[in-house]
């Protein structure tokens, strides 16, 4: 039979099961097999694999992952994919679904449970576009045992993801995800591969997970409250934004010019100039001073 991932098969699923699109959660379905083998090749993924999928919709990405890996775990948001994915990936007894909100699943729990003999667990996904940033966090931030990503999503986000200081698209995302992982644009994506077309550009990433951190920091949230702020107005200086930062009046505007300096950061500068290294040095003067 022909893969789902074919404009004949998707067209013939969602006639079957009377499917309806709900652009609400973001359902683009891919319909190019081509652009699948492509990242699956990339992720390397083999029989000892494990994966994490995001949003399978009725399976096209899912099915692929279901041949090459050792298990599949998927989390569906819509109920109504679940009689469908039931039906496409029938003839597959390695992949566990899901009908949970990624950003209220237990993946820690879920992990343990489906995934704990696979000798390395991978993420791959065709993100749902409108939460794409918060997915990402989430993973990242909960330190799971997931070696790498490989995540479609909008060409915007993914250019923000990867961008270097002084560039425009550089913001508190690139620090994030430069703390955590080694990011890198693996392939652009056209947007007749999927049903319907997106009004959007695509873009694959790979996140690959740092085995040792580039900076150490002790209080994650601290310090990116202290990376979200330096960009809370991206035309000001470091100094005004720290002070709309410190509104509650817990640090007064010449305290933190001498933090700054103290750091051996100019106040005066932006955000969009200041690596991941820079704000370490921010971070070490600030949480002394109690932040
Ligand atoms: N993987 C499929 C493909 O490539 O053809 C579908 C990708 S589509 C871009 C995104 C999928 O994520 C949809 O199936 C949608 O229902 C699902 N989704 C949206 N929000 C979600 C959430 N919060 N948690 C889990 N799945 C979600």
């Not at 948001?77 to 039931?86: G, T």
């Not at 986000?157 to 992982?181: C, F, H, Q």
Request: proline share 4%; glycine share 4%; charged share 30%.
């Amino acid at each position: 039979m022909k893969h789902i991932s074919t404009v004949g098969r998707t067209k013939e699923i969602l006639e079957k099961h009377h499917f309806t699109f709900k652009k609400s959660l973001g359902q683009n379905f891919l319909i190019d097999s081509n652009v699948i083998k492509e990242v699956i090749h990339k992720a390397d993924i083999n029989e000892n694999t494990g994966v994490i999928e995001v949003g399978p919709g009725i399976g096209s990405l899912t099915e692929h992952l279901a041949i090459n890996a050792k298990k599949v775990l998927a989390f569906e948001i819509d109920q109504r994919l679940i009689p469908v994915l039931d039906d496409t990936l029938s003839a597959y007894d390695n992949v566990t679904v899901i009908n949970e909100d990624i950003l209220e699943a237990n993946v820690p729990a879920r992990i343990e449970e489906y995934l704990s003999d696979c000798d390395d667990i991978v993420v791959v996904a065709n993100l749902p576009y409108y939460i794409t940033t918060p997915i990402l966090m989430n993973f990242l931030t909960a330190h799971l045992p997931i070696s790498r990503y490989y995540v479609m999503m909008q060409k915007e986000v993914g250019e923000r993801i990867s961008a270097s200081p002084n560039s425009k698209a550089y913001g508190s995302l690139s620090i994030a995800i430069d703390y955590y992982t080694e990011a890198k644009t693996v392939q652009h994506v056209p947007r007749t591969v999927f049903m319907p077309p997106p009004n959007v550009d695509s873009i694959i990433v790979e996140l690959k997970t740092r085995s040792e951190r580039k900076v150490e920091v002790d209080d994650e949230d601290s310090f990116f409250k202290l990376t979200r702020g330096a960009f809370l107005h991206r035309r000001k200086t470091i100094l005004n934004n720290y002070q709309t930062l410190f509104l509650d009046g817990k640090k007064k505007k010449d305290e933190i010019r001498a933090l700054f300096e103290a750091a051996g950061i100019e106040p005066v500068r932006r955000g969009e100039s200041l690596s991941l290294e820079d704000f370490k040095k921010i971070y070490d003067a600030f949480k002394k001073s109690d932040l």
